[in-house]
Nanobody
């Protein structure tokens, strides 16, 4: 099975920045819709951002739009999430996922059920 490994999480002060990385074991980053999700205890996993290989479109949750940027480096088979102006409510376990479709779509990019491959997650903690 394809392996996805997240890194870059940690503890930061509110207003700080982190860059999460998702290293893939193959070239799936250049072939599939890729997404970032997050989850906190007691809540369902939610979509944060997605990158559509076919269209080049990016998608963001309203709560992070303008602060987070998703990107990918096909040569390195790596997906990134640049997180700026972090808030305590951004605290969560962050997961990388691959859709297996060539592109992302507005009606499904944020749905857990649309993704096939998942990483193990990396913890992000933002203190006030």
């Amino acid at each position: 099975q394809v392996q996805l490994v997240e890194s870059g999480g940690g503890s930061v002060q509110a207003g700080g920045s982190l860059r999460l990385s998702c290293a893939a074991s193959s070239n799936i980053v250049s072939r599939y819709c890729m997404g970032w999700f997050r989850q906190v205890p007691g809540k369902e996993r939610e979509g944060v951002a997605a990158f559509g290989t076919g269209s080049g479109r990016t998608y963001y949750a309203d709560s992070v739009n303008g602060r987070f940027t998703i990107s990918q480096d096909n040569a390195k088979n790596t997906l990134y999430l640049q997180m700026n102006s972090l808030k305590p409510e951004d605290t969560a376990m962050y997961y990388c996922a691959a859709d297996r479709r060539y592109d992302c779509y507005s009606g499904s990019w944020s749905l857990v059920t649309a993704y096939y491959y998942w990483g193990q997650g990396t913890q992000v903690t933002v203190s006030s």
